[in-house]
């Protein structure tokens, strides 16, 4: 599956950004989804992630009651609603893709990753 974001851009804090990722193929169902982000200089670090049916939704601790993870999958894309945005959400913005994995928190367990967006979020 190839994996496309979308949505990024330069905000400033307190604003909010809508990112999209749009999958290709006819088995988007059929894929955990998750987004991560990287900072300069810093590990890749997990965002969110949602079920195959949406049903379920993870979200980190730094970004919880602010971000939010949805997905169509009639139009085979995943989003990331991120709301009340701070300077330190500036990161690049991934997507990623698998069809099983334990731990959705973990980077290392996905198997199809998207280029990524920039997020620049100043004070």
């Known amino acids: 599956v190839q994996l496309v974001e979308s949505g990024g851009g330069l905000v400033q804090a307190g604003d909010s950004l809508r990112l999209s990722c749009a999958a290709s193929?006819?088995?988007?169902?059929?894929?955990?989804m998750g987004w991560f982000r990287q900072a300069p200089g810093k590990e890749r670090e997990f965002v969110a992630a949602?079920?195959?049916?949406?049903?379920?939704?993870y979200v980190a601790d730094s970004v919880k009651g602010r971000f939010t993870i949805s997905r169509d999958n009639a139009k085979n894309t995943v989003y990331l609603q991120m709301n009340s945005l701070k300077p330190e959400d500036t990161a690049v913005y991934y997507c990623?893709?698998?069809?099983?994995?334990?731990?959705?928190?973990?980077?290392?367990?996905?198997?199809?990753w998207g280029q990524g967006t920039l997020v620049t979020v100043s004070s």
């Open positions: 193929g006819r088995t988007f169902s059929s894929y955990v």
């Open positions: 990623a893709a698998v069809i099983n994995i334990a731990v959705v928190a973990t980077a290392r367990g996905y198997d199809y």
């Open positions: 949602i079920s195959r049916s949406g049903g379920s939704t």
